[in-house]
């Protein structure tokens, strides 16, 4: 069983900055991919970005150039750095783990097994 706990939420003004961070119980370097993904009121969820245990990253259109991910095996942490945030990211953010898969698997929620309980990002105008 691995459990992943998601921080870093918060109250944040249009075109600010915010760092997710995501802890998981085993060492990540175990061939596993880890998952953003973020569910707005009304909409489904959606993957937002994923960083797989060779490196390989992928992100969804809309936060391109905006959203890093990235990983540090070494304190089982994976990391969102948000820039440039608007409304359309207000959502709760989850964080994701699920084993090694291809690039074009990453975004799907289906592919990941265990979950985190979410952080709440809030951008306001």
């Known amino acids: 069983q691995v459990q992943v706990a998601e921080s870093g939420g918060g109250l944040v003004q249009t075109g600010g900055s915010l760092r997710l961070s995501c802890v998981a119980s085993?060492?990540?370097?175990?061939?596993?991919?880890m998952g953003w993904f973020r569910q707005a009121p009304g909409r489904e969820r959606e993957g937002v970005a994923a960083?797989?245990?060779?490196?390989?990253?992928s992100y969804v259109p809309s936060v391109k150039g905006r959203f890093t991910i990235s990983r540090d095996d070494a304190k089982n942490t994976v990391y969102l750095q948000m820039n440039n945030l608007n409304a359309e990211d207000t959502a709760m953010y989850y964080c994701?783990?699920?084993?090694?898969?291809?690039?074009?698997?990453?975004?799907?929620?289906?592919?990941?097994?265990?979950w985190g309980q979410g952080t709440q990002v809030t951008v306001s105008s």
């Open positions: 085993v060492e990540t370097h175990w061939s596993y991919c």
């Open positions: 960083v797989d245990s060779n490196g390989s990253t």
């Open positions: 994701a783990a699920g084993p090694s898969m291809l690039v074009g698997g990453q975004l799907l929620a289906e592919n990941y097994k265990y």
